[in-house]
């Protein structure tokens, strides 16, 4: 009985360790476009990077939504919200 409950306790294991790196990279990305949502304030070149790392921070998000919480309407938004941002930007390196 004790080595059937290890390796049920083994096969979760990388779920977890992947969820967990998820939330991490969430919370460091979400510190990053903070960060620099401070810092536009005084160089107003970093405008381009500011979108950058909210688009990636949107698909983050949406990834954490639909492995962690099964949120599907929710991923379809921050999927969404992140492919416009990346347009804009897209748009704005074009000089469009």
């Not at 070149?45 to 099964?70: G, H, S, T």
């Given at each position: 009985?004790?080595?059937?409950?290890?390796?049920?306790?083994k096969?979760?294991?990388?779920?977890?360790?992947e969820?967990?790196?998820?939330?991490?990279?969430q919370?460091?990305l979400?510190?990053?476009t903070?960060?620099l949502?401070?810092?536009?304030?005084v160089?107003?070149?970093?405008?381009?990077y500011?979108q950058l790392?909210?688009?990636?921070?949107?698909?983050?998000?949406?990834?954490?939504?639909?492995?962690?919480y099964?949120r599907?309407?929710?991923?379809?938004?921050y999927?969404?919200?992140?492919?416009?941002?990346?347009?804009?930007v897209i748009?704005?390196?074009?000089?469009?």
């Amino acid at each position: 009985m004790g080595k059937k409950v290890h390796k049920e306790l083994k096969k979760l294991t990388p779920e977890k360790k992947e969820s967990k790196i998820g939330l991490y990279a969430q919370l460091l990305l979400t510190l990053a476009t903070i960060v620099l949502a401070l810092l536009y304030l005084v160089y107003k070149d970093l405008l381009i990077y500011l979108q950058l790392m909210l688009a990636l921070d949107m698909f983050v998000i949406a990834y954490n939504n639909q492995k962690k919480y099964k949120r599907t309407f929710f991923t379809l938004l921050y999927i969404g919200t992140g492919v416009v941002i990346l347009g804009i930007v897209i748009l704005n390196l074009l000089g469009v």
